[in-house]
């Protein structure tokens, strides 16, 4: 089994937790950020943290001088991911979302880093798209800060290679769910804030029919992504779209979502203004390209919704 030396930002982010957890699990030596480790080390195996080294980093600040000097490999996957936050705190957003980006691809060119550097983009760098699915020579057109700011570090890596030559792999993400996300904030995964609401028994809120379609990804099928353009080197300087390529409309996600719970409601409302200026409409992704290199997704929406009720059923109390 290989054990390479493996940096991830955001590692107490909800994606992040999940791959720390399993970078361990395989025997890798993980170094791993974040904030308010007290907090979230609930989302930590006992495993990891005996093993992965926790460093304390505010994007808002310069790099810490605890991380490593020698790297094999980066997983960036540290910072702000509300599109609306964005739009109401924008400078913010540029700061923890570029900046720090900017300053960790700097600190790698000054320690000579040789290996690759993989970065959870956005499906928001699409925008509203021309034609569906959605695929890799879609045009890029952000409609909100957050996204722009995501597709600008995408630009930094091309840029970071062409100059430096840095090794990279973009992948983005689309609606990703599952165990170990906020379920007490709409800002940090609608799927998953749902089923928080529906575990209290709330009702969930739509805006206007729900008719929209949407493509939904179990953070495993995720999971399973990230390590496998990391291992393959046919994914060198190459982005990818990560989606299940199937469409479901917003409204059935949520019913799905109560099902599964067995309480909770749903009740629709017009859309809000700033709601509505940051609604991209119907989102589907084509995933061939990443299937070209092995992966495809594993698990149904309604499985995926079903395992992440399970989780939260028994873990209720660290998330609310």
Same mark, same amino acid.
């Given at each position: 089994m290989e054990n390479n030396s493996i940096l991830v930002t955001g590692g107490l982010g909800f994606i992040g937790s999940n791959l720390v957890?399993?970078?361990?699990?395989?025997?890798?030596?993980?170094?791993?950020?974040?904030?308010? #480790?007290?907090?979230?080390?609930?989302? /930590?195996?006992? @495993?990891?943290?005996?093993?992965?080294?926790?460093?304390?980093?505010? =994007?808002?600040?310069?790099?810490?001088?605890?991380?490593?000097?020698?790297?094999?490999?980066?997983?960036? /996957?540290?910072?702000q991911t509300s599109h609306s936050y964005s739009l109401e705190n924008p400078l913010i957003d540029l700061k923890v979302n570029?900046?720090?980006?900017?300053? =960790? @691809?700097?600190?790698?060119?000054?320690?000579?880093f040789t290996g690759k550097f993989i970065y959870a983009s956005s499906k928001g760098v699409t925008g509203i798209p021309e034609k569906l699915p959605v695929n890799?020579?879609?045009?890029? $057109? %952000?409609?909100?800060?957050?996204?722009?700011? $995501? #597709?600008?570090?995408?630009?930094? =890596?091309?840029i970071f290679n062409l100059q430096f030559g840095l090794n990279y792999t973009i992948l983005r993400v689309t609606n990703v769910y599952g165990p170990l996300q906020t379920i007490n904030s709409p800002k940090k995964g609608i799927l998953n804030f749902f089923i928080g609401l529906a575990i209290q028994g709330k009702d969930i809120t739509i805006y206007g029919e729900g008719k929209q379609l949407r493509d939904y990804t179990y953070i495993d099928d995720c999971i399973s992504a990230l390590e496998l353009i990391r291992t393959s080197n046919s994914t060198d300087n190459e982005t990818y779209y990560l989606g299940s390529g199937i469409g479901t409309e917003f409204h059935t996600m949520a019913e799905l979502v109560v099902k599964s719970v067995g309480?909770?409601?749903?009740?629709?409302? %017009?859309? %809000?203004?700033?709601? $509505?200026?940051?609604?991209?409409?119907?989102f589907i992704v084509n995933n061939t390209k990443l299937k070209s290199i092995g992966w495809k997704p594993t698990v149904t929406l309604e499985d995926g919704i079903r395992k992440t009720v399970e989780y939260y059923s028994v873990n209720l109390d660290n998330y609310l």
């Open positions: 957890n399993y970078l361990v699990e395989q025997g890798h030596k993980v170094y791993y950020t974040g904030r308010n #480790f007290e907090e979230n080390k609930h989302k /930590l195996s006992k @495993l990891c943290i005996q093993r992965a080294k926790f460093i304390e980093w505010d =994007l808002t600040n310069e790099i810490p001088i605890s991380f490593p000097a020698s790297i094999d490999y980066v997983y960036h /996957l540290a910072g570029v900046e720090a980006s900017l300053r =960790l @691809l700097l600190y790698l060119k000054q320690i000579k890799e020579d879609s045009i890029s $057109k %952000p409609i909100d800060f957050y996204s722009a700011n $995501k #597709f600008i570090v995408e630009e930094y =890596l091309r309480k909770g409601g749903i009740r629709y409302i %017009p859309y %809000p203004r700033n709601a $509505k200026s940051i609604e991209i409409g119907d």
